[in-house]
C-alpha cells in the first residue's frame, strides 16, 4: 500500500510540478518595486506590490497598493509578521485591526489579547482556539457562536478521545465528522452507515474497508465511491475486481468483454478508475498525515474563514439597511 501511495504521490507531483512551471515561465518575474510599480494591470500591479513588500518585510511599500483593503491586508500580514502588537492599532480597517490581534494570540499564545478585539465573531473564534488548547469542553459553550462552539468541542472531542462529545456538537455537518473520526478509528460501521451526510459516510466507509481488508464493507457506500472502493481494494487484496457487480453488463465491462465480437481485453475506463481510486486514497492519507500534524492551526484558519464570511455578510445587511433608511428620509 505504502509504495502505490507514493508512486501515486510522486506522479501527482511531477504533473503539478510540471504545469506549475510551465505557468512561472509564462509570467514575467519582477524583482524590484519600481518594476511593480510600472505594471499597468492595476490588479496585478497590487499582487506584485504586495509580494514584494512581504519578501522585504517592508510595510511602507504596502502603501502604494491602490485598494484599500488589499493594502490593510498587506500591512496586517507584515505586521503580525514582523512587529509589534502596538502596530495593529495603526491599521485604519477596524475588522483588519482585530484580525491582526487575532493573529499575535495565536502567534504568541496568549489568550489575553483576545479580549482586546472588539469584532465578536472573531473575538469568539479567538477564544474557542485557546479553550480547545486547554481541553476543557464546558468553556465551548461560553461561545455564543454554533459554528465555533461546535469545532471547539470537536477539537476537544479528538484530543481527549471523547466520542460521547460529537453529540453535543450543535451543528449537525461538524457533528457528524466527529462521528466519522471515531468510526474509522474503532473501524465501527454501523456509526459510518449512521451518517447522512452521503460524502462523508462513504468517506468513512472507504477507509475502514482498507483498514480491514473487506471488500463487503464497500458495498454499503454509494455507487460511485462504492466503485472506488471496490476497485482498488480488489486490487490490493488480488481478487476479481468485477465480482462484487451484479448488473451483468457492467460486470462485462468491468472484465473487458465485447459481447459482439467476444473479445477480452483491458477496460481502459476501469484502468482509469483504479488509477484514480489509488489517487483518491493516496490524497486520503497525505490529508489525514496534515491533519494529525496541522490540527489547531487547521481548525484556526477553519474559523477565520467562516468568520470572515459573516463579516462580510454583516456589511451587506447593514448596507441594505443604510440604503433603506436614505430612501425613506428622501420620500419624506
Known sequence: MRKVLTVALFSIIILSGCICEKQTLEKATYETIDECRAIEDIRERNVCIRKIAYSQKDETLCMDIDSTREREYCRKSIITRVGVLDDCSTLSDSNMKDQCLDDFATRKSDASICSKIKNVIIREGCQSYFISMKKDSKLCYDISGIVE??????????????KELCS??????????CISFFAIKEN????????????????????ISWSLGDPKICEKADNSSRDICLLTLSRKLGIDP??????????????????????????TDIVGLVFVGIIF???????????????????????RMHREDKIIQHKKKHAVKKRKRKTKSAKK
Do not use: W
Open 188 to 207: 465501527d460501521i454501523e456509526s459510518c452507515v449512521y451518517i447522512d451526510n452521503s460524502r462523508i459516510r462513504d468517506d468513512c466507509l472507504i477507509k
Open 149 to 162: 462552539r461546535g469545532y471547539c468541542i470537536y477539537s476537544i472531542a479528538k484530543k481527549t478521545d471523547s
Open 168 to 177: 453535543e456538537i450543535p451543528l449537525k455537518s461538524t457533528r457528524q465528522r
Open 242 to 267: 468485477c465480482a462484487g457487480i451484479e448488473d451483468e453488463a457492467i460486470k462485462d465491462r468491468c472484465m473487458g468483454i465485447d459481447k459482439k465480437e467476444g473479445i477480452i481485453g483491458v477496460d
Open 281 to 303: 486514497l493516496a490524497l486520503v492519507e497525505l490529508y489525514e498525515h496534515f491533519i494529525r500534524h496541522r490540527e489547531e492551526r487547521t481548525t484556526h484558519q477553519r474559523l
